[in-house]
Each structure stands twice: as structure tokens, then as C-alpha cells.
């Protein structure tokens, strides 16, 4: 019986691209000619497991191109190669190529061999001392083939001993690698194998005599058995040394004709090598590492809950009048202990946002060298913790709104130096808690949103008209239409107005939304506001007519009453009320939703919600607030279908279901409603 490694190779690639992001942070922290020593180590050593790994599961690919790096990194730490920019950017490169040689094999995907081919030349240039020599060759291994016309390889005698496979090594799968350095012709030899009723199957009864053809080093062949070297008997010959090919151990004092009969060649099995390597993971499964000290709350929690669902399983078994305030405390007390539980639950799924922000110290050294300028990067709060499904969504956005940061926002040095400034620009990073919601904040100190340029495109590509009087918020806003850009020529950074829309529709997707504050000559601002998490929301619940929705917090202003002869009838706009010098429009929900028992029909007789989104903010009219309360998220898409101007659903404390509203999807309707129907409700500018 063999044990299946496909079982740790999750694991393995999960520690993999910790390596790796250890590998990169650290080389991009390494200061070329007085480099750290431990900070080089701490490279080599991530290297050097990433190796190891490799070697052990069989992904032979890995181990030899990580090989190299690792030689190079050896050689960085024993001094005897100086850490040159050159060589820090090549090692950058590679780890590149090792990530997508990682995530390739991790999904059961084909890497470009091209590409790998090329950065493991670029490798052993470096090595090479800047050039790619030919090495010398060793007079103990010489090519047989070039001076006698004879074949070069080895001669292979393998006999595991016995208890080889109890150690978790496969003899099948070192087959498997050998073969990869060469022509391999395999002969096993069956001599050993006991009869049925004496038969181990965790034992190993077989050897092997080998003939490997090719220009394999001893030393490639000593690294696939360096694993069992303790656990065999291994004899390694180069065929140019012996006076004949044998299929016999040496030390085999059997006849050859005994030894050919219980000999037979056997081929290698390709296709279950290829199972081995190539298994998909399973439906897209994920993990993440969770606090001990997190697992420990969770358990104390349950073992709580535990003892007061038995007190009251005890109380309702003979309940008396008498025990009702006993009973009031216990339902408190469960009240309790089920929100702690929640909490919990809920801690287990954060993470530090230091996932997401961990991919720009990189950005910004590629794109900086690229465009000639000089950026320094500060990243604040990143072990501010987030959900995992939003650390996994927000990346995205976070990537557009920093490169264009570095594109548009920072000037080349000579510019800011003309400015009074200094020369390195920096961009910042910033993640924080505030009121329930997480806030992440992008600045930089680069020349600013110019207000004349973005209005003046904006009429050209006739978004607004020409006589359109706006604020420098709504201004600013109007970079998050689609196709919009400002760039004078076309780069492959940025440029082409695509990603700005996208940006701001990813996070309202997310529940939150997005600010910009700027000046002139002295920078821009993105705020980001999200909800800590996806699965629970906190919203306000509001009723129209026998209906009752849940409004998300994150999304409402503030809630008024207002009179009729507050209410304007603007042309092409409909119904408005004036709100601190801004006219907003009122949107009725009743109408929208089609909810046809809507008790206010007067202006007066309701409530309106002033709510934002996509940057634009209107009025929904309601019957009246009921209140604020948490509610466990249930997705209406998955369930049932999707429904435009709803984002999902939730099961209320009475067990009736609340439905809850999509702030941008529904201020959309509202307009097309007016188009269609010639409604009351216009469209919305």
C-alpha cells in the first residue's frame, strides 16, 4: 500500500506562495551592494523549501528551475557574488515564472515551457559571471558518444529495502523522474516477491536495474534518490565504464539465465503519472489559516450554548408559571451567547487586508522603472482585518486606482522639481475600521484632477451639455464613466478609459462606495468605504404598504419629512426637493417596486431616505421607518433568479422574509420607469 501525496499538495502550494511572497518582499527591500545578510537568507531559505517540496511531490519541473535560483541565492549568501540591481530584477523575474509554474500545476493547467525556457537562461547568465558559457568537460564524465560513437548514460542498480514504502516514498514516482532526464529502460526484477499468504503489502519486494541514455549528471541523479538514500541499495555506473550493458546487479550471484527469467521489462505508467500531477483542486476550493486563539473562542462559545439550550431543554420539560422569569433570563442569555457565536464564526473568516496590499511594493518598483520616475510607497494599517470574500474582490479595484496614481497623479521628477517639490513622489496606502465599515484610502501627492479638463472632455464626448453647471464633486465623478479618459496619448498602463467604471461598479457590487477629494498641484484622494463582511449586513428596515424592505446603512445620508410645497417639478427631472442647496429627486418607491398598498401617497404623509449611489443621491419615498438591525445576507440569484433593483434577501425575526433593496439598480429603474410608463417618476440626471 502506498500513501496518496496528492493529499498534501494543497498544503504545499499554500506554503509555496508564502515562499514566494517572502521571496519578493524581501528582494524588493534588498539594497544592491550592502544587502542584509539575513535578509538573504530568509530568501534562500523560502527557496530552499519551495525546492524541497517540489522534489518530494514529484513536480520536477519546479524543482529544477527553483534549483538554480537557489544557486544563485547560495552564492549571494557565502559572498561569493556580489547582490547587483540587475541580479535583484532577474531573481524578481523568476519568481514570476516560479508563481506561474505554482498556480499552473496547483489548477491542473499547462505552463508555457517557452517562457520558463527563457528566464531559467537568463538565470544561468548570471551565474555564468553575464555570459552563457560552455562548460568545460569533466574528464571523469566525458561524452562517451563524441569520441566512440557509444551512447552516454548510466547504469542504475535500485533495490529498496523493505520498508522503503512505509516512509512515504514511492518507487514508481522516482521512476517517473528519472525518466525525465533521459531514455529510460527498466527491468525489474521479481525474485524477492513471497507467495500470497506471506505477502506485506506495505512491504517492498522488487529492485530495479536500470539504463538511463542521455546527458543526465550523477549529481541530477543522486538529488531523485537523495530522498531514500538511507532506505536502498543504489548503485550508479556510467556506461562508458563498463565492458558491457548488464541487467544484473553486480552483487547478483544467480546465473543469467535464472536472473533473465524472473526478469521482465516493464513500461513506465504515463497516465497515472499524469493523474498524480495534473488533478484539478476540487471545485475551486480555498482555505485560509486561522488563529488557534480564534478556534479556542469559538469552541468556549459553543460549549456556553450548549449548557443554556440544556437548562432550557430542562425547564421545558415540566414548565411552571412560576418559572417565567427564569425562563426571560435563560432566552437572554441565549440572546447572548448566540451573537458572541456569531462574532466568532465571523472573526474566523477575517484577514488582514496585508493580503491585498502585499502585491503593490511590487507594482510600484515595476511601473516607477518603466515610466522614469521616482515613487515611494507607504502602506498603513495592514493588519486591519477584513472578510476573505472581500480581501478576494477588492484587489482588483485597488490595482486600477494605484496604477493610475503612478500614471496620472505622480510627475516625473523634473516636473515636480520645476513645482518646488521633491523629486520622489510617494503614494499612500491606508486601511482602517470607522463606524462598522472598513475604509481604504489611496493618496498621492501628484498634480491633481484638473476640474477644467475633465468638464471640458466631458461636454466634448457629450456626457453633459455645454451649459451644465456642476460641482467639483460631481465633476470628479464624472472620471467613472465608461470609455472617459483624460490621457493625451495611450500607454499600456493607462489610458484608454477602460477600468474606472469597472472600479467603481466592483465596489458597489461589494456593498460599499467611492469618494474622491483633489487639488490642484498637490494631489488626489480615492476613499473606499466597505462592509466588513459580505455575509451579514446592517441595514434599515422600511415599510411600503404590507411590505417590509431593508435599506443598506452604508448607503443612506439621512431620513426627513418634508411638505408639499417643498416638492419642485422640474422639467426633465420630475419631482425634487431642495437639500442644502442641492435639488435631489424623489423617487417613489411604491411606484418602482409596484407595491400597490402604499399607505402614503402625499408627500407629507411619509418619509423620505436620502441614499446614494453610483456618486448620484436621491430621495426614496416611504411609509414609515421601522428600525436598524443586522441581517444575515441570503442570495436571491442562487436561490431564485435575479431581480433588477434587489440585491438578496433575509429572514426577519418574526420568520417573514424582507427583501433587500440595490440602491444604484433601483435609482436606474426609477429613470427608465419615467421613459417608459410617463410616470410621475423623470428621469434621473
Known sequence: MTIDMAQFHQVFFDESFEGLDVMESGLLEMDPGSADSEQINSIFRAAHSIKGGSGTFGFSNIAEFTHVMETLLDETRDGRRQVTAEAVNVLLASVDVLREMLTATSEGAEMNPERVKVQKAE???????GVVAVEAADPGSEDVSSVTGEQAGWHIVFHPHSHMMRTGNDPLRLLRELESLGEL?????????????EFEPEDSYLSWDLHLIGDASQDQINDIFDWVEDD?????????QEPGSPVVSENDNKSKLESEAKTASVPIEKSKAATVKKAAPSGGASSIRVDISKIDALINMVGELVITQSMLSMMGEEFEISQIERLREGLVQLERHTREMQESVMQIRMLPISFTFSRFPRLVHDLSAKMGKQIELKMTGENTEVDKTVIEKIGDPLVHLVRNSLDHGIELPEVRAAAGKPETGTVELNASHRGGNIIIEIKDDGKGLDKDVLLKKAIEKGVVPPDA???DQQIYELIFGAGFSTAETVSDVSGRGVGMDVVRRNINELGGNIEIKSEMGVGSS???RLPLTLAILDGQ??????????VPLVSIIESIQIKEDMVNMLAGKGETFKLRDEYLPIVRLHAVLGVEDAKAKKINEGLLVVVEGEGRRCGFFVDDLLGQQQ???????ANYRKINGLSGATILGDGSVALILDIPGLIRMAGQAATAEGSNIRKIA
Open 541 to 550: 428596515t422600511v415599510s411600503i404598504g404590507s411590505e417590509v424592505y431593508i
Open 185 to 197: 529502460t527498466v527491468k525489474v526484477d521479481i525474485g524477492s516477491l513471497p507467495s500470497m499468504s
Open 123 to 129: 538565470l544561468d547568465r548570471l551565474l555564468a559571471g
Open 469 to 471: 453647471i456642476l460641482s
Open 631 to 637: 441581517v444575515v445576507i441570503k442570495s436571491l440569484e
Open 232 to 240: 536502498c541499495d543504489l548503485s550508479v555506473t556510467p556506461i562508458s
Open 526 to 528: 480615492f476613499t473606499i
